[in-house]
């Protein structure tokens, strides 16, 4: 089976944690790299509300929702039509569909009902990496 092994990042000034580097395609077909955090505790993927114009989304294409968050319930949109999300230098075969909500957080957090659908995800915390398999 395919496999990466890569190291935790502090990319934010908050400490190492899984980082991983996508590369996201919106709805108006504009792309890029975008840095998120692994997050095994989020449903799926939520990625800063700024994002949504960016990624070509209008009011009209979002529901809102209200969302769980560690710091309690909040309200977020939830994207009805999908964008597209992909590692990059493995695109060919880890490459999803996604319908990202889109909350007030600074941090795009990576969800195991979408993005972690793509591989088989293994974290060594003490060792501070973790490894995708395909």
């Given at each position: 089976?395919?496999?990466?092994?890569?190291?935790?990042?502090?990319?934010?000034?908050?400490?190492?944690?899984?980082?991983?580097?996508?590369?996201?395609?919106?709805?108006n077909?504009?792309s890029?790299?975008?840095?998120?955090?692994?997050?095994?505790?989020?449903?799926?993927?939520?990625?800063?509300?700024?994002?949504?114009?960016?990624?070509?989304?209008?009011?009209?294409?979002?529901?809102?929702?209200?969302?769980?968050?560690?710091?309690?319930?909040?309200?977020?949109?939830?994207?009805?039509?999908?964008?597209?999300?992909?590692?990059?230098?493995?695109?060919?075969?880890?490459?999803?569909?996604?319908?990202?909500?889109?909350i007030?957080?600074?941090?795009?957090?990576?969800?195991?009902?979408?993005?972690?659908?793509?591989?088989?995800?293994?974290?060594?915390?003490?060792?501070?990496?973790?490894?995708?398999?395909?």
């Amino acid at each position: 089976m395919p496999s990466v092994e890569l190291g935790y990042t502090n990319p934010f000034g908050h400490g190492f944690r899984p980082y991983l580097i996508l590369e996201l395609t919106g709805i108006n077909q504009a792309s890029g790299s975008v840095i998120g955090l692994l997050d095994t505790g989020a449903d799926t993927t939520a990625l800063p509300q700024g994002y949504a114009t960016l990624m070509g989304y209008e009011t009209a294409q979002l529901d809102r929702i209200e969302v769980g968050t560690a710091a309690g319930a909040a309200y977020g949109w939830k994207a009805m039509t999908p964008c597209t999300a992909s590692v990059p230098g493995a695109a060919s075969v880890l490459s999803t569909q996604l319908m990202p909500t889109f909350i007030s957080s600074a941090t795009p957090l990576w969800g195991r009902g979408d993005v972690m659908r793509m591989f088989a995800l293994t974290i060594e915390d003490r060792a501070q990496r973790f490894t995708l398999s395909w």
